[in-house]
């Protein structure tokens, strides 16, 4: 399923990641965090956003209202349920590894 919505005047399709494309992802996660990410704070990373909208990173970090950002932000992660689920996991797992390596 996926869900039609305007973005910056641009009439854009929002769909689920595959399996492949969430892959790629985690092979590939440990790239530098973007203005967008950074304002947003949320789970999904705009590169992310971008793969699932054909819009790009730098149309995420360009002359866009923060707004506009969290509404599309909204779409993604509501369109991508199990790819939400991953990143809660993995945050999770992150913060518990991080408490066992203090002293």
Excluded at 79 to 93: G, S
Aim: proline fraction near 5%.
């Amino acid at each position: 399923m996926a869900r039609e919505l305007t973005f910056c005047g641009k009439a854009i399709v929002v769909r689920q990641l595959t399996t492949g494309e969430v892959a790629d992802y985690l092979d590939h996660a440990d790239s530098p965090a973007t203005v967008a990410d950074i304002l947003l704070n949320r789970l999904i990373p705009a590169r992310v956003v971008a793969t699932a909208t054909g819009l790009t990173v730098a149309d995420l970090n360009g002359d866009v209202l923060p707004s506009a950002l969290s509404d599309l932000w909204d779409a993604v992660e509501a369109e991508n349920p199990f790819f939400c689920r991953l990143m809660d996991r993995l945050t999770a797992a992150a913060k518990k590894m991080a408490g066992l390596a203090q002293p």
